[in-house]
């Protein structure tokens, strides 16, 4: 699931056109502290509460996907803390915990997250050993595979950034970067 391009894996696309892979692990760290939530709080039975009384998530939804929107557009507009700066421009970047918040945002109000964990984990679960040490491997793994695939997807943004850099496109980086930002904004609140 994780190396299929998702809201997380087009973040860190984006991410890696405009800030880099560097500074994109900070969006990778706090992305992965809400999959292992997500998936954790799944496997104990958090999640099918909330699938039955979704007004809450849903509401937490709407408001991490108009946040990304509102990141999109700054990107798009080439402005903001995360686009990439014209030639010879002062960067105007986000701070660590912007990026980390993005990240657990995406994560932790991304519905097909919950229904995945909710679907996977209790087939993997013994009820008949102490359910903690499963859990926490199943989350190690999970959490190993994302992020090996959220650098993958970082360092396949940071390849685009420099063929983008190098033909004196950076507004068309940005909008791209912005685009991909707004569809994962509307992905979000929508789907």
């Avoid at 999959?35 to 799944?42: E, L």
């Avoid at 509460?49 to 991490?64: C, D, H, I, Q, V």
């Avoid at 108009?66 to 002062?90: C, F, H, T, V």
Wanted: glycine letters at 10%; one cysteine or more; aromatic letters at 10%.
């Amino acid at each position: 699931m994780s190396i299929t391009p998702g809201m997380c894996m087009t973040l860190a696309l984006s991410l890696g056109i405009t800030i880099g892979v560097q500074r994109a692990m900070w969006m990778m760290a706090g992305e992965l502290v809400g999959v292992a939530i997500v998936a954790s709080t799944s496997a104990v039975g958090v999640a099918t509460f909330m699938l039955r009384y979704p007004t809450a998530f849903e509401l937490f939804k709407y408001a991490g996907g108009a946040y990304l929107i509102w990141l999109g557009i700054q990107l798009w507009m080439s402005r903001g803390k995360m686009a990439m700066p014209e030639d010879n421009a002062e960067p105007n970047t986000a701070s660590r915990w912007q990026l980390a918040t993005q990240g657990f945002v995406t994560a932790i109000a991304n519905p097909k997250g919950w229904a995945f964990f909710v679907a996977l984990l209790p087939p993997f679960i013994d009820s008949s050993l102490p359910m903690a040490p499963q859990l926490a491997a199943l989350v190690i793994i999970i959490l190993t595979l994302e992020f090996i695939c959220l650098q993958l997807y970082a360092h396949g943004g940071r390849t685009l950034r420099r063929a983008l850099k190098k033909s004196g496109s950076v507004r068309l980086a940005n909008r791209i970067s912005g685009s991909l930002m707004i569809l994962v904004g509307v992905w979000l609140a929508l789907g």
